[in-house]
């Protein structure tokens, strides 16, 4: 069984920074695909960024694309989410994610109960 729980979040000013971080327990934590998604409130649940077991490949929504990176550290079983420029569209619940499957923004088994980013104007 893999747990997922997410840290990082709070309260910045736009154009500001916040790095997000998952820790992941459970046993091997580098076979699984790793993504972050986001839920603002009166929307559904979208895709972030995903990065594969190794760290070798990446994939990010258009919307985040040249402002957010994802990367892993699979000693620590640690994934992270830095996110620059923040824009108050980007406020929401954001939500660690881990699959086996190979689809970038689909098909994730397990999830964390995320953590709330809020983005001041």
């Known amino acids: 069984q893999v747990q997922l729980v997410e840290s990082g979040g709070g309260l910045v000013q736009a154009g500001a920074s916040l790095r997000l971080s998952c820790t992941v327990s459970?046993?091997?934590?580098?076979?699984?695909?790793m993504g972050w998604f986001r839920q603002a409130p009166g929307d559904e649940r979208r895709f972030v960024a995903a990065i594969s077991g190794g760290g070798q490949d990446t994939f990010y929504s258009d919307s985040v694309k040249g402002r957010f990176t994802i990367s892993r550290d699979n000693r620590k079983n640690m994934v992270y989410l830095q996110m620059n420029s923040l824009d108050p569209e980007d406020a929401a619940v954001y939500y660690c994610?881990?699959?086996?499957?190979?689809?970038?923004?689909?098909?994730?088994?397990?999830w964390g109960r995320g953590t709330q980013v809020t983005v001041s104007s």
């Open positions: 459970g046993r091997g934590f580098g076979n699984y695909r």
């Open positions: 994610a881990a699959s086996t499957a190979s689809l970038w923004t689909t098909a994730y088994s397990y």
